[in-house]
């Protein structure tokens, strides 16, 4: 698996989608449980010529959850194996003790070859990827209505009291990065949040 991923883009680019200039690397981050990745299946659904990219992780598969989207899972010797091998832009160990992941050989072929993507990031990650690729990120920055909100949202997904302690205990942090950002989206509704990433990905994506 370490071999392959060495080898291979995590992401199928079809030729009708290049354009003549440099690809484009949106950037989408902000508290866990804001819904980020909700918003990226609304937005994806509905522009064209945009690839997700997905981050490479050693947490476990969710119900609904496929390799490959949100994220491509391997085990913690494989993705040691790859950090070993420079095969990462950007990688954490989080609270969880899991690894997260930025393939950077899918990256640099995209933005070499006039590919726009998109991806989920935490903040730290962004910052790493917007002081390596300056001139080709869009950092765009979701956050909740409010603070009871995200912890509702949290306590819906997360069963574990000490987990969803340690997720908010980072927001603070989190949102300390939000000046860094060129875009802010409040996600207090799927279709008007939604509906403001679908500008935004179209008002750069659609540029030659």
């Not at 995200?150 to 009291?161: F, H, T, Y």
């Not at 799927?190 to 500008?199: D, F, P, Q, T, Y």
Request: aromatic residues 10%; proline residues 5%; glycine residues 8%.
């Amino acid at each position: 698996m370490v071999r392959e991923l060495l080898k291979e883009l995590v992401v199928n680019f079809q030729s009708k989608d290049k354009r003549t200039r440099k690809g484009i690397f949106f950037v989408v981050s902000g508290p866990s449980g804001v819904g980020k990745n909700t918003l990226l299946n609304y937005a994806l659904g509905r522009v064209e010529g945009i690839y997700y990219l997905p981050s490479i992780t050693t947490r476990s598969m969710r119900p609904g959850e496929v390799q490959g989207f949100p994220y491509f899972f391997v085990s913690k010797a494989e993705f040691e194996g790859m950090i070993t091998q420079g095969a990462f832009l950007e990688w954490k160990q989080i609270h969880t003790g899991d690894y997260y992941g930025t393939h950077l050989p899918t990256i640099v072929y995209a933005l070499e070859n006039g590919y726009d993507i998109v991806t989920d990031m935490d903040v730290l990650g962004c910052a790493e990827v917007m002081e390596r690729f300056p001139g080709n990120v869009v950092p765009i920055f979701i956050v909740p209505p409010n603070m009871e909100a995200l912890r509702r949202r949290l306590a819906g997904r997360e069963k574990d009291p000490a987990l969803i302690a340690r997720r908010m205990a980072r927001v603070d942090m989190e949102m300390g990065f939000i000046d860094r950002y060129r875009h802010v989206i409040v996600n207090d509704d799927l279709e008007r949040a939604g509906k403001e990433l679908v500008r935004i990905l179209e008002q750069y994506s659609q540029r030659d």
